[in-house]
């Protein structure tokens, strides 16, 4: 048995197996399957890695084009659920209608019902982009969005939506690598929520509601949030110097950087990188990308940090037009691919997940009936 | 750094601290905040219980009126939720209306909106016994139920909603003490889920979602159901012995014996098992009791296994005429004042609870591109 000061927050400690990705293996950097982030980034499409990730291999050419289609078909929401994402306000938290219109599926189309596990992952990875499409619409222009679309990738689908018209392929391929670089992560938090849902061996809309509602925090998921605020107070790269180094002598924790896992860089940092300083120049950018450029260099400098994925991500969201609190949300539509994966391992090899506590309340006390208190 | 062979499911683990509750600690049985759980389920109410475990000392006799005033007063379901909870198909499954109803008012009635954790506690605690009921009667008589009602407690709420009139006190008082028993128990699934959620600081509702999805599984809060089913299946306590012999022989687990962390008694089982027998006498039961505790001796007898507290609570909760798929529901409405108390607990404070996983996957593969597949 641990001591719980040695497992603080189970940092270090091995909860389990996984066979889906590497994370800060020396040597091994990140790999999903065993094929490394950086040439997926490069060659891969992110239909491609959720189809790596939830049935092991990467698919044949015939897959790809099948599976894409089929999650094409799956991108129309239910009549019960559009009633539903109208009534939920316009002033929600996009993680909170995520994490309802999830559930809501799992009372609509549970998975008993004759559906797999694999199928229900399948329809999530298709359906949260047009969920949170047609609610946004509906709340700001009182528009009921067709979710059906032409495009053959879930990034250009979501965009298209979102915008109303095409992406730039540009802009297409730079959200695709972001969902690739989001889409799986081991033991993270979310994740394993999930695992510890589906380890009760409850069903699959459990395990990702759970997962929806843990990568909602500022710690996780809202990190992506946190560090595009962080860098758009800024109107230049000198400001951006003074107000940082202001807020580290305060002891303001600055978001996006450093990593539970990662010791000396994150490698998902360098690839969004590359992709954020590509759009900044297609949009003439002079502020946002040379401000976040200083505040990495003066992360390291002072407190030799590295910037972690939601730190470059959050420009390149801005540069997509995506508004800023939809950031983790599409952390949501990647990390379903993770999630979902690791839920189907966990039941492979399933043990009830129930750690023990250090109990450190009082001795026992004598009762003491209601009217003599 | 634990191998992970010993920490399958974490079991043995300490993942953290707590003053709430011990499980299974030598010499101290189980206590909710130093208070012995026979005392409390003897000489206290539900809303005690869930006052000491939210606030944590015994509220005195003015506090305990006024929080029993202010539960009632919460006990109303925003129209949206209702236009909701009637959107919800009428064979979904309760935990799933549940988790979505939570899911819903995170929507409604967030946290950060000048409401406090506590204050979302209290709401949840008060509001479930309505969503079931509301959700419940409207699919299965397509009547829209007043959900407030005079009774103090929320024992006597939710059989008096349930069953259109007020339950007799007996009645009332054996589910009183059935939340008592299922308000708090340290580190299970249900409560860690809940836990991990709060570690990301992410908001109560998301924490409690997680957990409702989590409980849901039947290797947790689904087991009482389960134990029923075994139950009610047989005629007579000798059929009951052939039958559960035969399962034995079968290696078909038996629901509602043994424990994770419990070792030779489950002391919440002693309990309620006198109660389903007094609910029993009552309902000149010669069947259901009888066949419970032949079982119950037959699992010490065959295989040194006890009672969990989900065995009697099965029986126990059939004579208060709950119908078999709300029994876990009815943990939901306990719980509750636990997962809070933990949520409270955990930001109180926090560290992010990530684990490390030992990667069994395959070595570095060389990325083979699509068209040569």
Not at 52 to 61: F, V, Y
Not at 111 to 130: I, K, Y
Not at 317 to 339: C, D, E, N, Q, S
Request: proline share 4%; net charge negative.
């Amino acid at each position: 048995m641990n001591h719980s000061s040695s497992a603080a927050g189970l940092a270090g400690v091995v909860a389990g197996e996984t066979a889906l990705s590497t994370v800060g293996k020396a040597g091994q950097g990140l790999t999903y399957r065993g094929y490394s982030i950086e040439d997926l980034a490069e060659y891969a499409t992110f239909e491609e890695v959720a189809w790596l990730l939830l049935r092991g291999e990467l698919p044949t050419s015939r897959q790809l084009t099948e599976y894409g289609q089929r999650l094409q078909s799956l991108r129309t929401l239910p009549a019960a659920l559009t009633d539903i994402l109208e009534r939920l306000p316009a002033a929600s938290h996009p993680m909170d209608v995520l994490r309802t219109g999830c559930s809501v599926l799992g009372c609509l189309e549970p998975e008993d019902d004759g559906r797999s596990g694999l199928e229900v992952a399948d329809r999530l990875l298709a359906v949260f982009p047009s969920m949170l499409a047609y609610w946004h619409h509906f709340h700001t222009s009182g528009q009921r969005i067709e979710t059906a679309s032409d495009d053959i990738s879930i990034a250009g689908h979501f965009l298209h939506l979102l915008h109303g018209s095409p992406a730039s392929e540009t802009h297409r391929r730079a959200m695709d690598v972001s969902l690739i670089l989001y889409a799986e992560h081991e033991y993270n938090a979310s994740t394993f929520a999930a695992r510890v849902a589906a380890s009760t061996l409850s069903d699959f809309y459990s395990a990702i509601t759970a997962a929806i509602g843990t990568l909602r925090g500022p710690l996780h998921g809202g990190a992506n949030e946190a560090a595009f605020d962080l860098i758009d107070r800024f109107e230049s790269a000198d400001a951006a110097e003074r107000g940082v180094l202001d807020m580290l002598d305060r002891k303001v924790k600055i978001m996006g950087f450093g990593h539970r896992v990662y010791r000396t860089c994150d490698p998902r940092s360098v690839i969004i990188q590359r992709w954020a300083r590509r759009l900044s120049v297609e949009a003439a950018d002079t502020r946002l990308y040379t401000v976040s450029e200083r505040i990495d260099a003066m992360m390291k400098r002072e407190k030799n940090l590295f910037p972690n994925l939601d730190f470059y991500s959050a420009s390149a969201y801005h540069f997509l037009g995506i508004p800023t609190r939809y950031f983790t949300p599409l952390f949501v539509f990647a990390r379903t691919a993770g999630w979902a994966a690791h839920v189907l391992e966990q039941r492979a090899n399933n043990r009830l997940i129930r750690p023990g506590a250090d109990y450190i309340g009082p001795e026992s006390k004598t009762f003491v009936p209601l009217h003599q208190r």
